[in-house]
């Protein structure tokens, strides 16, 4: 099952055509926003379409409406859902008329929450129907969140109905978000809630606190100013080593010796030149004669890795990995269209280590200065700046899904804009295959 695990990651594998062809008027960007249960493990995604200068959804016309919706489902079934969610759930933002729409058919009820906007009094269907749409539905597997806003009127018998109930975190004052959450705990037993535009790690902590169930937003990636580092003894062995392998002759004797003051780092490189993934036809027993196989780079990229691991991985470590996947494969994507193998792996590593500020819980600047990182990596970790920080800065574009920004940075990159968005897709799906056989080939 892991033959080609170390293909995918150290491999050059397919360079699709990316390059600038037209800049085009306007980009339809599909946006993946991670749901994350209390102990902040990533249950699902929530999906939208953002475009630039688009109308509120609730002043379009009906046809409008339902065009938008089918738009969003098409590029959903286009980019293949499945491999953006892994085994989690796919949270899809629709309008009540939109629930008919055939196109809904072709992905995987069983992974959709389908996540219903309140579309207004005036706009809001008869509610009779949309329960009965409602009920034909979940039997197929579908789930439902339904927007707190919905419990005025006739409408708020709706919420019996709802699986989730999302409640506009980043909208109310504590005061009130603290009335509507426990409304919605008292009367709606059977939903989960769900905080959404959790953005801040203020607003986590007050939702956490409030006893939500999931959060919506890219919270994770904020730093946390007031905590100490998070610099764990199998970390400290990890810079060490990193720091020893960027001078001209790293010796594997000497990697080794450094190495074996954490057992549980030993214990994890012979697991991994040993498994499924690597495809040796003996075992290896030596640090030195794993290190000697895997080759400076081999190993300079998986102790980069190795430091969103540590010897108590929190569920926090496992979504800043996954993300930071995310963002290595795409710099390095960029890259390919313009530099060279080296140079491409220098873009990996830059967005492999662009959330060591949140892991470590300290500035960047500070976090980079044990690694010994070449001058062009730390300039655009720090600065953004230099010969990959304009690749690391539109994947942060592409993460906020800020398209005017995405525009411009494309063109820097010699990337054709209208293209982005498959090529962020690709490099999701890439890290949410990756990080599982991963964590699947590390016993966990």
């Given at each position: 099952?892991?033959?080609?695990?170390?293909?995918?990651?150290?491999?050059?594998g397919?360079?699709?055509?990316?390059?600038?062809?037209?800049?085009?008027?306007?980009?339809?960007?599909?946006?993946?926003?991670?749901?994350?249960?209390?102990?902040?493990?990533?249950?699902?995604?929530?999906f939208?379409?953002?475009?630039?200068?688009?109308?509120a959804?609730?002043?379009?016309?009906?046809?409008?409406?339902?065009?938008?919706?089918?738009?969003?489902?098409?590029?959903?079934?286009?980019?293949?859902?499945?491999?953006?969610?892994?085994?989690?759930?796919?949270?899809?933002?629709?309008?009540?008329?939109?629930?008919?729409l055939?196109?809904?058919?072709?992905?995987?009820?069983?992974?959709?929450?389908?996540?219903?906007?309140?579309?207004?009094?005036?706009?809001?269907?008869?509610?009779?129907?949309?329960?009965?749409?409602?009920?034909?539905?979940?039997?197929?597997?579908?789930?439902?969140?339904?927007?707190?806003?919905?419990?005025?009127?006739?409408?708020?018998?709706?919420?019996?109905?709802?699986?989730?109930?999302a409640?506009?975190?980043?909208?109310?004052?504590?005061?009130?978000?603290?009335?509507?959450?426990?409304?919605?705990?008292?009367?709606?037993r059977?939903?989960?809630?769900?905080?959404?535009?959790?953005?801040?790690?203020?607003?986590?902590?007050?939702?956490?606190?409030?006893?939500?169930?999931?959060?919506?937003?890219?919270?994770?990636?904020?730093?946390?100013?007031?905590?100490?580092?998070?610099?764990?003894?199998?970390?400290?062995?990890?810079?060490?080593?990193?720091?020893?392998l960027?001078?001209?002759?790293?010796?594997?004797?000497?990697?080794?010796?450094?190495?074996?003051?954490?057992?549980?780092?030993?214990?994890?490189?012979?697991?991994?030149?040993?498994?499924?993934?690597?495809?040796l036809?003996?075992?290896?027993?030596?640090?030195?004669?794993?290190?000697?196989?895997?080759?400076?780079?081999?190993?300079?990229?998986?102790?980069?890795?190795?430091?969103?691991?540590?010897?108590?991985?929190?569920?926090?470590?496992?979504?800043?990995?996954?993300?930071?996947?995310?963002?290595?494969?795409?710099?390095?994507?960029?890259?390919?269209?313009?530099?060279?193998?080296?140079?491409?792996?220098?873009?990996?590593?830059?967005?492999?280590?662009?959330?060591?500020?949140?892991?470590?819980?300290?500035?960047?600047?500070?976090?980079?200065?044990?690694?010994?990182?070449?001058?062009?990596?730390?300039?655009?970790?720090?600065?953004?700046k230099?010969?990959?920080?304009?690749?690391?800065?539109?994947?942060?574009?592409?993460?906020?899904?800020?398209?005017?920004?995405?525009?411009?940075?494309?063109?820097?990159?010699?990337?054709?804009?209208?293209?982005?968005?498959?090529?962020?897709?690709?490099?999701?799906?890439?890290?949410?295959?990756?990080?599982?056989?991963?964590?699947?080939?590390?016993?966990?």
């Amino acid at each position: 099952m892991f033959r080609n695990l170390m293909q995918k990651l150290f491999g050059k594998g397919e360079a699709r055509a990316w390059a600038v062809e037209a800049e085009p008027d306007s980009i339809d960007f599909l946006r993946r926003v991670p749901v994350l249960d209390r102990n902040q493990h990533i249950a699902g995604y929530e999906f939208s379409l953002e475009r630039p200068d688009a109308p509120a959804r609730r002043q379009w016309q009906a046809s409008s409406q339902r065009f938008f919706d089918e738009s969003l489902l098409d590029h959903l079934d286009g980019a293949e859902l499945s491999s953006l969610i892994g085994r989690r759930l796919a949270f899809v933002s629709l309008m009540p008329d939109s629930l008919d729409l055939p196109r809904l058919a072709r992905l995987p009820a069983e992974r959709m929450v389908l996540s219903l906007i309140d579309p207004g009094a005036q706009a809001m269907p008869a509610v009779d129907a949309l329960g009965e749409a409602i009920r034909a539905l979940r039997p197929r597997g579908y789930r439902f969140a339904l927007p707190q806003s919905m419990a005025r009127g006739e409408s708020g018998g709706l919420l019996a109905l709802a699986d989730f109930i999302a409640i506009d975190a980043d909208r109310l004052s504590p005061p009130d978000l603290l009335t509507v959450a426990q409304q919605c705990q008292r009367d709606f037993r059977q939903a989960r809630t769900l905080a959404c535009g959790v953005d801040s790690l203020e607003l986590f902590e007050v939702c956490r606190r409030l006893g939500f169930d999931y959060l919506r937003g890219n919270y994770i990636t904020q730093r946390r100013e007031d905590d100490t580092p998070s610099l764990s003894s199998q970390r400290l062995v990890v810079i060490q080593l990193i720091s020893q392998l960027k001078r001209k002759e790293a010796d594997f004797d000497k990697l080794a010796m450094i190495a074996r003051q954490d057992l549980a780092l030993s214990v994890r490189l012979l697991r991994y030149i040993n498994s499924a993934a690597m495809g040796l036809q003996q075992k290896i027993g030596s640090l030195e004669q794993a290190m000697t196989i895997l080759g400076h780079n081999g190993l300079y990229r998986w102790l980069t890795l190795l430091l969103f691991y540590n010897s108590k991985t929190s569920q926090v470590d496992e979504a800043l990995r996954e993300t930071a996947l995310a963002r290595a494969r795409f710099c390095e994507l960029l890259a390919r269209q313009r530099l060279s193998k080296a140079e491409c792996e220098q873009a990996f590593v830059t967005g492999l280590l662009s959330m060591l500020d949140v892991l470590f819980r300290m500035p960047m600047a500070k976090a980079v200065g044990p690694l010994g990182l070449p001058e062009e990596i730390q300039l655009a970790l720090v600065e953004h700046k230099g010969r990959y920080g304009p690749y690391l800065a539109l994947a942060l574009a592409c993460e906020r899904a800020d398209v005017r920004a995405i525009a411009s940075l494309a063109l820097a990159c010699g990337v054709n804009p209208a293209k982005v968005n498959a090529m962020h897709l690709e490099t999701l799906a890439w890290a949410v295959e990756y990080d599982g056989n991963l964590a699947e080939d590390d016993g966990r």
